[in-house]
């Protein structure tokens, strides 16, 4: 149900959003903190829960259809709002550019996959992905502004969130190459399938 905690986090990811865009346009140290709070926090729910659902067995369709939508909708406006306002280097914003094109490339997979009822199961490195990810983009949202304002402004934390990234963007590509053969080779077999020797479609039922 949407009521179940689970869903209710999932929920609270989506709300986060718009708390999220509110501190970072303040474009001010103690505002950019406030961005990486609310990000992180929100990142946090994306693993409890999944987990909290598989221990009280309140996996449901609504959460299934939720989750991918609440995640991909955090980490989309996270890296808008790095692009936006000038949070990333050059070299910073090429590997951005490979996790906003991968997560369309999902997005369409799925999509297809589910008219074909075929799911897409999360591999374990796409789990790693994630969490480098998340925390590549809330070390980014801080940023050295926000290192400054809580008193570690010594580290260079925007270099080591770009780092993070670009090792985020590697374990992408793996990821979305193996999301990306998934998805041809059901098209192929389907293709396989609704085509006879002679090469001509079979007409539909």
Not at 61 to 70: E, K, S
Not at 75 to 99: D, E, F
Not at 108 to 125: D, N, Q, S
Request: hydrophobic share 55%.
């Amino acid at each position: 149900m949407p009521t179940d905690l689970p869903n209710l986090l999932t929920l609270s990811r989506i709300a986060a959003v718009p708390l999220l865009v509110m501190f970072a346009v303040l474009q001010s140290p103690w505002g950019d903190v406030g961005a990486c709070a609310v990000f992180s926090v929100a990142a946090i729910t994306d693993y409890f829960d999944g987990k909290i659902a598989r221990s009280r067995q309140q996996t449901s369709a609504f959460g299934r259809m939720l989750d991918p939508i609440a995640d991909k909708l955090l980490v989309g406006a996270a890296l808008m709002l790095l692009a936006g306002l000038s949070h990333l280097s050059l070299w910073g914003l090429l590997p951005a550019i490979v996790i906003m094109l991968r997560e369309i490339l999902v997005s369409g997979m799925r999509e297809y996959l589910a008219g074909l009822a075929v799911g897409l199961p999360v591999t374990r490195l796409a789990k790693w992905k994630t969490g480098v990810q998340m925390t590549a983009l809330g070390v980014l949202l801080a940023g050295d502004r926000g290192a400054a304002a809580l008193g570690v402004g010594i580290l260079p934390i925007g270099l080591l969130g770009e780092v993070l990234l670009w090792l985020a963007a590697a374990l992408t590509l793996f990821t979305g190459w193996d999301y990306l053969s998934a998805g041809l080779r059901h098209a192929e077999a389907e293709d396989t399938d609704r085509t006879p020797q002679s090469g001509k479609e079979v007409p539909s039922p």
